[in-house]
C-alpha cells in the first residue's frame, strides 16, 4: 500500500481531501453536482464513519460515471427517435449494464452504427481527459465482449 502511495501520491491527495471536504460539507459531489450526504461522516462510532469515509471517496467517481452514462443514454434517445429525425439508423437501445449500452442494430448498419455510437458516447460530458469508449458488436452480449 505505501509503494502505491509513493507511486501515485495524487491519489493519497485526492483522498485526504475529499475525506476532509465530506467532513466540513456533511456531502460530496459528482463533477456535474449531484450530491450524496454523509450523514454518518462525523459519527464517534468509527466503523460508521469509516464507512463514510470510503463512501466519500468513491462517491464522486462513481456518481460521475452514472451521470456520464446517464448523459450518453439521454442523447442516445433522441438521437435514435424518429420522431425526432433519428432515422439515420435501425437500431434502439435494449439495456444499460453499469457503464455499457447494449443496443439491437440492423445486420447491415452495424459498422456504421459502431463507428457513430463511439463517436456519441465519446462526446456524451466534456472533461480534462478524454472519454475512451469500445464498442464491439456479435450475436449477443456474451460475443461482443
Not at 467532513?23 to 462525523?42: A, D, M
Not at 468513491?58 to 433522441?78: C, E, R, S
Not at 434502439?92 to 463511439?118: C, N, T, Y
Amino acid at each position: 500500500v505505501n509503494l502505491y502511495f509513493q507511486r501515485y501520491p495524487g491519489v493519497r491527495e485526492y483522498m485526504d481531501n475529499t475525506r476532509e471536504q465530506a467532513k466540513e460539507n456533511g456531502f460530496v459531489e459528482t463533477i456535474f453536482g449531484r450530491r450524496l450526504y454523509l450523514p454518518e461522516i462525523r459519527s464517534k462510532n468509527a466503523p460508521r464513519r469509516q464507512h463514510a469515509e470510503r463512501t466519500a471517496i468513491n462517491a464522486p467517481m462513481q456518481g460521475t460515471a452514472a451521470d456520464i452514462i446517464k448523459l450518453a443514454m439521454i442523447d442516445v434517445h433522441h438521437w435514435l427517435n424518429p420522431a425526432q429525425g433519428g432515422a439515420e439508423f435501425d437500431a434502439w437501445m435494449v439495456m444499460q449494464v453499469h457503464d455499457e449500452l447494449v443496443f439491437e442494430v440492423k445486420e447491415s448498419q452495424v459498422d456504421g452504427f459502431l463507428v457513430a455510437i463511439r463517436q456519441r458516447m465519446e462526446n456524451a460530458a466534456r472533461l480534462n481527459v478524454p472519454l475512451i469508449v469500445e464498442a464491439n458488436s456479435g450475436a449477443n452480449w456474451d460475443e461482443a465482449h
